[in-house]
């Protein structure tokens, strides 16, 4: 009976895992969770605000050390994540027509914009 509750259990888990692995990182797979972060609906989709969060706080991380002046950008140190995020927000809602490309890339380019560094 251990055996079979184990299987199911390595099925499930693999099942679940095949979405994660199939999203895209476009901003039109992020934008919506992005949104609901700084509107404070944390009930919607919880897991994929974590990764828009988590995406942009890594990014603010490491941008002032990128190699290109056109995308580093040095944030404030008291800015708080979801000002970060709605920076982000806002420069994705100033350019729809790019919401297919790569939301990492677009949102250092936000970060830049916002905020380059000196």
Known sequence: MKAIFWALAIVTAALTAIPAAASDHSA???LPSC???INERF???PFRQGECVG???GLVINA???PFAGSRSCAPE???VAQLTAVVVRWLD???QRWHEDFRALALFALHDA???E
Do not use: G, M, T, W
């Open 35 to 37: 949104k609901d972060f």
């Open 78 to 80: 008291n800015v708080s």
């Open 64 to 66: 002032s050390d990128l």
């Open 55 to 57: 995406l942009i706080e």
């Open 28 to 30: 039109n797979y992020y």
């Open 43 to 45: 009930a919607r989709e």
């Open 94 to 96: 100033q350019h729809p």
């Open 115 to 117: 905020r380059p560094c």
